[in-house]
Nanobody
Framework: QVHLEESGGGSVQAGGSLRLACAAS????????MAWIRQAPGKEREVVAIGYIHNSDFLYNSYADSVQGRFTIQVENGANTAYLQMENLEPADTAKYYC???????????????????WGQGTQVTVSS
């Protein structure tokens, strides 16, 4: 049974940093597409970062314009754990963040409209001004 579990969320002030982790069990991210997706209250889900992992590293990835240059996706631990490093956080980054993997449809790019199979329960990130 596949299980994804996010951790690392919390409350920070604007300009601060957080590193979210997504630990997989019963599954490995290698040779698959994984994404970090966020949803703020009253807003639609937004793919903030997505990429294809091969040989335990991202072969390619892409980011939403809103986080480009501030967020970085990483994978470690033999592709069993994925990370989202978030720098220079802004109040607009406040949302619940989910990791997800394995495309059901679409393409593995931020504008690909991908629908993903496996989802974690999410971790809350709150950025205060």
């Amino acid at each position: 049974q596949v299980h994804l579990e996010e951790s690392g969320g919390g409350s920070v002030q604007a300009g601060g940093s957080l590193r979210l982790a997504c630990a997989a069990s019963g599954y490995n991210f290698n040779r698959d597409c994984m994404a970090w997706i966020r949803q703020a209250p009253g807003k639609e889900r937004e793919v903030v970062a997505i990429g294809y992992i091969h040989n335990s590293d991202f072969l390619y990835n892409s980011y939403a314009d809103s986080v480009q240059g501030r967020f970085t996706i990483q994978v470690e631990n033999g592709a069993n754990t994925a990370y989202l490093q978030m720098e220079n956080l802004e109040p607009a980054d406040t949302a619940k963040y989910y990791c997800a993997a394995r495309l059901k449809s679409g393409t593995c790019v931020v504008t690909g409209g991908g629908d993903l199979t496996y989802w974690g329960q999410g971790t809350q990130v709150t950025v205060s001004s």
